[in-house]
């Protein structure tokens, strides 16, 4: 788990999911995010079986907000930071996330 300041990103999944094939590549790019987010990352497994693998970014006391969702595609890791570097960016002109703002430069998509 990586600590910060800056909220936290919360993986939620199966417990069967394939950890190599689908969760891997999704971790390494939460993980990702968060080293420049300076946030937590916290693993939710269920024990129900289901596909989807959602994260969520969450701050403070709010709502966590869901930020990506993977339905079984094999995508890499470089494609999924992508997005979800994306919605935080998107996420960083929302005034419940004003501590977003203050790296909006280092989340461009553009950079």
Not at 56 to 79: F, M
């Amino acid at each position: 788990m990586l600590s910060g300041s800056n909220g936290k990103l919360l993986v939620y999944a199966s417990r069967f999911a394939s950890p190599t094939k689908r969760l891997k590549p999704i971790n390494l790019a939460v993980e990702k995010i968060a080293k420049l987010l300076k946030a937590d990352v916290q693993l939710v497994t269920f024990r129900k079986k289901f596909t989807p693998i959602y994260v969520y970014y969450k701050d403070g006391d709010d709502n966590a907000v869901p930020i990506y969702c993977n339905n079984g595609e094999q995508l890499d890791s470089q494609t999924i930071y992508s997005t979800l570097r994306n919605m935080i960016f998107v996420l960083s002109f929302h005034p419940k996330h004003s501590g977003l703002k203050q790296i909006r430069k280092e989340i461009m998509p553009f950079s």
